[in-house]
T-cell receptor, first 114, second 112 residues
Framework: AQSVTQPDIHITVSEGASLELRCNYS??????LFWYVQSPGQGLQLLLK??????LVQGIKGFEAEFKRSQSSFNLRKPSVHWSDAAEYFC????????????FGKGTLLTVNP | NAGVTQTPKFQVLKTGQSMTLQCAQD?????MYWYRQDPGMGLRLIYY???????DKGEVPNGYNVSRLNKREFSLRLESAAPSQTSVYFC???????????FGAGTRLSVL
């Protein structure tokens, strides 16, 4: 079955430290891949997406993600975390075509210490 | 530009009551979706509408019905609410299938 796994439920980093959030997918073919962020009490905002091409994609708010086919991974990174980055982050995948189902990971909650 | 608008933002129901969650988008998108979010579960698709006039079941459709009223509006109805339907509900839309989905701010529903 198609699935998206985020191995880390909760991550705590200090402000200014680097960040990497992990995401692995299980699909027959390379899916479309997304990272969304959800601030407390808010909806989901798209950070970045990967459809094809360059495996390093840049997003909003200084985030980037790297697609690695060999590892079935799409990890999200940020060189220096700000307190305002504290939120829940969701990786999602879509197989494209006529399949409308966007499959989400269970999310990683990011806490930023001052 | 409002994007995706959901009403109400909060709702408390008693078991057995019915209600309709409203969703409207102003981006001229063809596809619309309803998800529920539960702690530790991520988002799960309830129903979707690929285009005006069509609806299909998602991962967790039991206990829900939907109506694609027109291209802008997609409503979710709980006919007889149960405590298991306590959740946060999100509506989303996309230009077409496979495209980026844009989310509303959510409806927080408690069923007592």
């Amino acid at each position: 079955a198609q699935s998206v796994t985020q191995p880390d439920i909760h991550i705590t980093v200090s402000e200014g430290a680097s960040l990497e959030l992990r995401c692995n997918y299980s699909y027959g073919a390379t899916p479309y891949l997304f990272w969304y962020v959800q601030s407390p009490g808010q909806g989901l905002q798209l950070l970045l997406k990967y459809f094809s091409g360059d495996t390093l994609v840049q997003g909003i708010k200084g985030f980037e993600a790297e697609f690695k086919r060999s590892q079935s991974s799409f990890n999200l990174r940020k060189p220096s975390v700000h307190w305002s980055d504290a939120a829940e982050y969701f990786c999602a995948a879509h197989s494209g075509g006529s399949n409308y189902k966007l499959t989400f990971g269970k999310g990683t909650l990011l806490t930023v210490n001052p | 530009n409002a994007g995706v608008t959901q009403t109400p933002k909060f709702q408390v129901l008693k078991t057995g009551q019915s209600m309709t969650l409203q969703c409207a988008q102003d981006m001229n998108h063809n596809s619309m979706y309803w998800y529920r979010q539960d702690p530790g579960m991520g988002l799960r698709l309830i129903y979707y509408s690929a285009s005006e006039g069509t609806t299909d079941k998602g991962e967790v459709p039991n206990g829900y019905n939907v109506s694609r009223l027109n291209k802008r509006e997609f409503s979710l109805r709980l006919e007889s609410a149960a405590p298991s339907q306590t959740s946060v509900y999100f509506c989303a839309s996309s230009e077409r299938d496979g495209n980026i989905q844009y989310f509303g701010a959510g409806t927080r529903l408690s069923v007592l």
